[in-house]
């Protein structure tokens, strides 16, 4: 499975994003796709995760409330619509494939990265 995450870039406090990753390889559906973010001098961390099917999904708190997870299954394509951004969520985000989890160990695909960044 091959994952291109894009539409980063640089915003204000407060704005909005939207970021897409597309996938293309897979042959079967999988568990979920997700986005993990690193931030600058941090470590890596989970941000969100959609079932396949989109029955389920989880949000880290740093996030609920402001950002959405959704997934076109039929154009394999992940999005997270990131609203009301602060400077804390300056990271670059990673898509992820093949579980349904907030750990990053149990992914075994990962796209490039997209850099987002929030000025104040």
């Known amino acids: 499975v091959q994952l291109q995450a894009f539409g980063g870039g640089l915003v204000q406090a407060g704005g909005f994003l939207r970021l897409s990753c597309a996938a293309s390889?897979?042959?079967?559906?999988?568990?979920?796709m997700g986005w993990f973010r690193r931030a600058p001098g941090k470590e890596r961390e989970f941000v969100a995760v959609?079932?396949?099917?989109?029955?389920?999904?989880l949000y880290a708190d740093s996030v609920k409330g402001r950002f959405t997870i959704s997934g076109d299954n039929a154009k394999n394509t992940l999005y997270l619509q990131m609203n009301s951004l602060k400077p804390e969520d300056t990271a670059v985000y990673y898509c992820?494939?093949?579980?349904?989890?907030?750990?990053?160990?149990?992914?075994?695909?990962w796209g490039q990265g997209t850099l987002v960044t929030v000025s104040s």
């Open positions: 992820v494939d093949g579980a349904f989890s907030t750990l990053a160990t149990m992914y075994p695909y």
């Open positions: 390889g897979r042959t079967s559906g999988g568990y979920g």
């Open positions: 959609i079932s396949w099917g989109g029955g389920r999904t």
